[in-house]
């Protein structure tokens, strides 16, 4: 009995840092600001030069609450822009350039949750074909990364126990992901898969090999409207679906306003063990408020989520801040392009 209560609190605390809100990975909320978080195919497809740096706490108030820093970095090697130079003159393509078309990222990210944390990075190639006004871009990415277990923070009623003592403090594990996304001037949708190759976490060789990191797909689209010539509208979607059939669902609708201001209103649905009931509200479903500003070539973001749950009545909600800047020129760019 001994043996199986120490057992059952390590890997416990483990499965609910890895799992949270039944996702392997952090939660986002301003994914679309910086879609490349979740399908690596997105790395490059804008052409600029992109920096993110997003800093989320979830269960702000909540003592070892759940908190993500990610940094990620994207670019794309093109050999001739939109526009292109003569001796004399400048003249405007009708179509993108033919060449150019790989692309390339990085992703570093630390996790923490009570006990547990996740550090790491991923490295990402993709490449992007042109469809007359479209763009249809694939990508692939290796990552790697550290689960470390802080055995302070873990209370036990025997702290000599042998599974305890043998348990070791971190462990290494790498995995795959890849992705495609089709692009336009109003309409965006992507398909990812994330560990791909399921790989085995195993913080000791007798009881580590049982834990897998379990194959998440996620099905990403947007439109935008045009309502007026400084204003438009765009509402999207994330469903992501776990090999155990664990489903969650994101209804957003966003506003943008001279494409220098944006705000808008996400739904969340809880967590559900089946797809017909997730779609209705799964268990701890929330809403998310957001709003950001552009400022010559930097992005501010900031997102609060307050959920649905009794979980909420013990704090003060989750906090998201996301920074972002670009460089390279309308000339380096393809202009009918601004997921921004």
């Given amino acids: 009995m001994k043996l199986f209560r120490v057992k059952y609190?390590?890997?416990s605390c483990f499965?609910?840092?890895?799992?949270s809100q039944a996702q392997q990975f952090p939660i986002y909320s301003q994914y679309m600001m910086n879609a490349f978080l979740l399908n690596p195919a997105v790395a490059g497809h804008e052409g600029y030069t992109a920096?993110?740096?997003?800093?989320?706490?979830?269960?702000?108030?909540l003592k070892d609450a759940p908190t993500t820093f990610a940094l990620t970095g994207q670019t794309r090697l093109?050999?001739?822009?939109?526009?292109?130079r003569t001796k004399s003159i400048r003249r405007r393509r009708r179509v993108m350039s033919r060449s150019g078309r790989v692309g390339l990222g990085v992703y570093f990210f630390h996790d923490q949750n009570g006990a547990f944390s996740r550090t790491g990075m991923q490295g990402t190639y993709s490449y992007h074909l042109t469809l007359r006004r479209s763009q249809l871009s694939f990508g692939a990415s290796?990552?790697?990364?550290?689960?470390?277990?802080?055995?302070?923070?873990?209370?036990?009623e025997n702290?000599?126990?042998?599974?305890y003592l043998n348990t070791a403090s971190q462990a290494f594990i790498?995995?795959?992901?890849?992705?495609?996304?089709?692009?336009d001037k109003n309409i965006y949708a992507g398909f990812?898969?994330?560990?791909?190759?399921e790989s085995f976490l195993r913080f000791n060789n007798r009881e580590g090999a049982g834990f897998k990191l379990e194959r998440q797909y996620l099905t990403m689209g947007g439109y935008r409207f045009d309502l007026i010539d400084f204003l438009f509208i765009e509402p999207s979607f994330l469903f992501k679906l776990s090999e155990n059939v664990v489903s969650q669902l994101d209804l957003n609708l966003k506003f943008y306003f001279k494409e220098d201001y944006w705000a808008g209103l996400s739904y969340r649905t809880g967590s559900g063990s089946r797809v017909a009931q997730e779609s209705i509200g799964g268990r701890g479903s929330s809403l998310i408020v957001m709003g950001g500003a552009r400022v010559d070539k930097f992005y501010f973001g900031y997102a609060f989520d307050y959920t649905f749950s009794s979980i909420s009545a013990r704090t003060y909600g989750s906090h998201e801040l996301m920074i972002a800047v670009k460089f390279g020129d309308s000339a380096r760019r393809y202009r009918w392009l601004n997921r921004y």
Avoid: M
């Fill in 51 to 61: 920096v993110n740096f997003t800093v989320r706490e979830q269960w702000a108030g």
């Fill in 159 to 163: 702290p000599d126990d042998q599974l």
């Fill in 15 to 19: 499965l609910f840092s890895a799992l």
């Fill in 142 to 156: 290796l990552s790697t990364f550290q689960y470390k277990l802080d055995k302070d923070k873990l209370n036990l």
């Fill in 192 to 197: 990812s898969v994330q560990n791909l190759f």
């Fill in 78 to 84: 093109l050999k001739n822009s939109f526009i292109s």
């Fill in 9 to 11: 609190i390590i890997f």
């Fill in 174 to 183: 790498s995995d795959a992901n890849a992705g495609v996304y089709y692009s």
